[in-house]
């Protein structure tokens, strides 16, 4: 079994920035992506990122690119969400999951097969 547990969430001014941070333990490596998603008030969750592990390649949602950034810390088996520029758009709950497939992008979405793990979530604010 594994563990997500996010962390970083918090209140911003918009043009700010946060690291959100997604923590993985336990002792299954049975998962081959990790995947960011959100969920803002009213509205269905959504991809907003992913890494695949077996090459480090990453994906983004179109509408995020070039605010978000996702990357991993393999010693400390750690993943991270760099949110720049932030918009009051971007107030959600971020999640963070563990998909045992693969995950990609096509035509500006991200795209995952089978999330096997969730974080609990956490709180991302933005004020204008």
């Known amino acids: 079994q594994v563990q997500l547990v996010e962390s970083g969430g918090g209140l911003v001014q918009a043009g700010g920035s946060l690291r959100l941070s997604c923590a993985a333990s336990?002792?299954?490596?049975?998962?081959?992506?990790i995947a960011w998603f959100r969920q803002a008030p009213g509205k269905e969750r959504e991809p907003v990122s992913c890494?695949?592990?077996?090459?480090?390649?990453?994906f983004y949602k179109a509408t995020v690119e070039g605010r978000f950034t996702i990357s991993r810390e393999d010693a400390k088996n750690t993943f991270y969400l760099q949110i720049n520029n932030l918009e009051p758009e971007d107030t959600a709950v971020y999640y963070c999951?563990?998909?045992?497939?693969?995950?990609?992008?096509?035509?500006?979405?991200?795209?995952?097969?089978?999330?096997?793990?969730w974080g609990k979530g956490i709180l991302v604010t933005v004020s204008p």
């Open positions: 890494i695949r592990l077996s090459d480090g390649n990453t």
């Open positions: 999951a563990a998909d045992e497939v693969d995950c990609y992008s096509d035509y500006g979405r991200v795209i995952y097969y089978n999330i096997k793990y």
């Open positions: 336990g002792l299954a490596l049975d998962y081959s992506a």
